[in-house]
């Protein structure tokens, strides 16, 4: 490192983080259980449908568009002024669709929410790997994945009542992003190992010297798992209103719970994460998240009840509470420091990528099969990827365990104990 990271408040600069990373869940998360309400609102517009799905995953296009850039720029010049910055225009983005008239509008408001949401992520994340070593980071980002979860748990049942309200109303949360200003600004301290001339590329060699430092090979293979990963996972928020709606007549309050469920054993999940990593290499993981993910989709799918799809949800729901979490650690494992920033942000951008094209991609299958049989046929898909990860976690060394660079000296952790 070039220098130490003091950390006076770990207790309340871990809280700051972990309260941070509730933000991103909320972009989505917020509107779910309103699409069916916006959908009826904007019904006269042409391609209502799509633009209305869009409507929950726009952000996701232009968070992928400015990750890699927010990334450079979090490498360069630090993680903090970022952080704050996105954190303004997140709530101010993001409660933009209280006020707007046009489906358009709103969708260019989301658009601007999803660069906002890439600045809160990367900084976040990079926070959390520049200030504790590997054994706690990952604990870490197993509590960062939970408290994700966490505010879907609590959102989803709150917006779901802001709902049954009125369709505008759910923007409002985004602006309670706002509260959180005073705690980056005190307890997050920029890491010490940062220059504001930093470790950049000045010439075409030290570019190539940069990309050369990054395990491409699987940086890729993390990559498509966000990206098909995000694909099937965001069937639930954008699909599932739509089914409990057709099929149960549920109102947007229990459809709130219902998706709640999913958010919620996910957040398990994501708590359990360091003890299982202790136990199942990042590949066996993956399977893991596969195979739980499969059995959950294959319930949605013949279930003709609130409560049976409920419990689908649950238990895709503790799968993909492992995902984004371990893709994580997995880049933290494998990457410099110097130039981590800037691969966890090719994380975030296929991640988000992946939603925005959820409906894209499901909606012309669902127009054909139904959204039941999309759910047990995607079922059918996790359990053979979920199979192939289990082999291959059997035969293969874990590229976060035979490819981690000594090149890096051990990262300054907080001598207080935060548990």
Avoid: C
């Avoid at 060699?205 to 940069?210: E, K």
């Amino acid at each position: 490192m070039n220098g130490e990271t003091t950390l006076p408040r770990p207790r309340l600069t871990q809280g700051t983080l972990l309260l941070a990373s509730m933000l991103t869940i909320m972009a989505g998360a917020t509107i779910s259980p309103a699409l069916p309400a916006i959908q009826r609102e904007f019904a006269n517009t042409p391609n209502a449908e799509v633009l209305v799905g869009l409507v929950l995953t726009m952000h996701g296009l232009f968070i992928a568009v400015g990750s890699p850039i927010i990334g450079a720029l979090a490498d360069r010049y630090g993680r903090r002024w970022l952080l704050l910055v996105s954190t303004v225009v997140y709530a101010l983005a993001g409660g933009s669709g209280f006020v707007l008239d046009s489906l358009i509008a709103i969708l260019a408001g989301r658009a601007v929410l999803g660069l906002a949401v890439a600045g809160v992520m990367v900084t976040v994340t990079a926070l959390i790997t520049d200030y504790y070593e590997e054994n706690r980071r990952d604990t870490i980002l197993g509590r960062q994945g939970a408290f994700m979860s966490l505010g879907g748990v609590v959102l989803l049942p709150l917006a779901g009542v802001l709902a049954d309200i009125g369709w505008r109303v759910p923007f409002l949360v985004y602006t309670v992003a706002l509260v959180l200003l005073p705690a980056m600004a005190f307890w997050l301290p920029e890491p010490g190992r940062r220059e504001p001339t930093g470790d950049r590329p000045t010439s075409l060699d030290d570019l190539r010297r940069t990309f050369g430092r990054l395990p491409l090979g699987t940086l890729g293979l993390i990559a498509a798992l966000g990206l098909v990963g995000q694909i099937i996972f965001y069937m639930t928020p954008v699909q599932v209103p739509f089914y409990l709606e057709t099929r149960t007549g549920a109102s947007s309050t229990v459809i709130g719970a219902a998706l709640a469920a999913s958010t919620g054993a996910g957040g398990v999940a994501s708590l359990l994460y360091g003890r299982i990593r202790r136990s199942l290499s990042v590949i066996g993981i993956v399977a893991l998240t596969f195979g739980f993910m499969s059995i959950g989709y294959a319930v949605i799918g013949v279930s003709g009840t609130v409560s049976s799809v409920v419990i689908g949800l649950a238990i895709a729901g503790a799968g993909s509470g492992f995902l984004l979490t371990n893709l994580n650690a997995w880049i933290a494992a494998v990457t410099p420091e110097s130039v981590r920033g800037r691969a966890l942000s090719v994380l975030t951008s296929t991640f988000f990528l992946g939603q925005f094209f959820s409906p894209l991609v499901v909606q012309p299958v669902s127009d054909t099969l139904g959204l039941g049989m999309t759910f047990v046929a995607v079922g059918v898909l996790l359990a053979g990827g979920a199979a192939v990860f289990a082999l291959a976690s059997v035969y293969v060394t874990p590229p976060a365990e035979a490819d981690l660079e000594p090149t890096d000296q051990p990262r300054n952790s907080p001598k207080e104990s935060l548990d």
